[in-house]
């Protein structure tokens, strides 16, 4: 069941690349992997920004769970952006490409000729209210750049709103959001066979 429910996310989420452009690609066997989370970037369903949407999280968050409950939400996020979500993306690249390719990314840029680096655009968290849910939803700019320059840009592209699962777990809004970084590693990973061929 699991199987044909990713099979259907991705065939219905494609991310556009352009083989030409990404050909360098075919010589590489590491790739670094940057999330970024640019001051316009966008959060929740009415778009507002990252600020905004920390300080009504911490409020909820404290009453859920009081008295510090959006302290300790705020360092989960945290710990999301800088760890939870990277790896998560990393790894399901890596375990969907390893079939088809020697390509790995990892989560720096040490002793590597490019990165890529993942911009978020939008997150969307849902929700999970027990009886109705509502899977996160997540949008990125994806730069493939040179390590030691990221300035000089390669090849850049944006991918479609890509839908995470339903999360568990106490943050479980931070989970959602790492299964729509999971599905975009992974995603991305059967876009690029058809350049790594």
């Known amino acids: 069941m699991t199987l044909l429910f ?4 991705s065939f219905a989420q494609r991310i556009k690349i352009d083989k030409k452009q990404l050909a360098f690609l075919k010589e590489e066997t590491k790739i670094g992997v940057l999330l970024t989370f640019p001051e316009d970037f966008v959060m929740d369903g009415s778009r507002i920004r990252e600020t905004d949407f920390l300080f009504i999280k911490e409020e ?4 859920r769970i009081p ?5 300790k939400w705020l360092e989960a996020y945290e710990t999301s952006k800088k ?3 990277v790896n998560a993306f990393v790894t399901a690249f890596n375990e969907t490409i390893a079939k088809h390719s020697n390509l790995r990314f990892t989560p720096n840029t040490v002793n590597t000729n490019y ?12 929700y999970n209210g027990g009886i ?4 996160a939803k997540l949008v990125t700019t ?4 040179k390590s030691q320059n990221i300035e000089d840009e390669l ?14 777990g106490v943050f479980n809004d931070l989970c959602r959001v790492k299964e729509s970084y999971d599905m975009t590693g992974y995603i991305l990973a059967l876009q690029l066979k058809k350049v790594l061929k």
């Open 6 to 9: 990713i099979s259907s996310i």
């Open 60 to 63: 909820t968050w404290n009453e």
């Open 67 to 71: 008295p510090d409950g959006g302290r």
């Open 83 to 85: 760890e939870d979500w």
């Open 115 to 126: 990165t890529i680096i993942v911009e978020a655009d939008w997150i969307y968290m849902g």
């Open 132 to 135: 109705i849910a509502q899977r």
């Open 142 to 145: 994806l730069r493939f750049v």
């Open 155 to 168: 090849y850049s592209t944006t991918t479609p709103v890509i839908r995470g699962g339903i999360g568990e």
